[in-house]
């Protein structure tokens, strides 16, 4: 069984810093592309932030320059490094893992999602 297990969300004011992590574990071959998505209440989840397994990485404008995505493959860990928050970046922050795992004599490729973790900053 496949989990996604995050961490790092929290209170911060406007201007702070916050890092998310977010770690895969149990039985898989590979882990390919990994994102972290938000969902502020009321509203649809949302890309934030993507990176490849070459370590190709996207941003969604509303946080490119503030954000930074990476990853360490060895502990198949995805980090994102959130500067300059603003009000607006509160919401519940998910990582998302394609993955491949092993099925019968063949593969198969998944999404995983993490549990969500709250990120705050008030106005």
């Known amino acids: 069984q496949v989990q996604l297990v995050e961490s790092g969300g929290g209170l911060v004011q406007p201007g702070g810093s916050l890092r998310l992590s977010c770690a895969a574990s149990?039985?898989?071959?590979?882990?390919?592309?990994m994102a972290w998505y938000c969902q502020a209440q009321g509203k649809e989840r949302e890309l934030v932030a993507s990176?490849?397994?070459?370590?190709?990485?996207n941003y969604a404008d509303s946080v490119k320059g503030r954000f930074t995505v990476s990853r360490d493959n060895a502990k198949n860990t995805i980090f994102l490094q959130m500067d300059s928050l603003k009000p607006e970046d509160t919401a519940v922050y998910y990582c998302?893992?394609?993955?491949?795992?092993?099925?019968?004599?063949?593969?198969?490729?998944?999404?995983?999602w993490g549990q969500g973790t709250q990120v705050t900053v008030p106005s």
């Open positions: 149990g039985r898989f071959l590979k882990i390919n592309d």
């Open positions: 998302n893992a394609r993955i491949l795992t092993a099925q019968g004599v063949g593969v198969r490729s998944s999404d995983f």
């Open positions: 990176i490849r397994d070459d370590g190709r990485t």
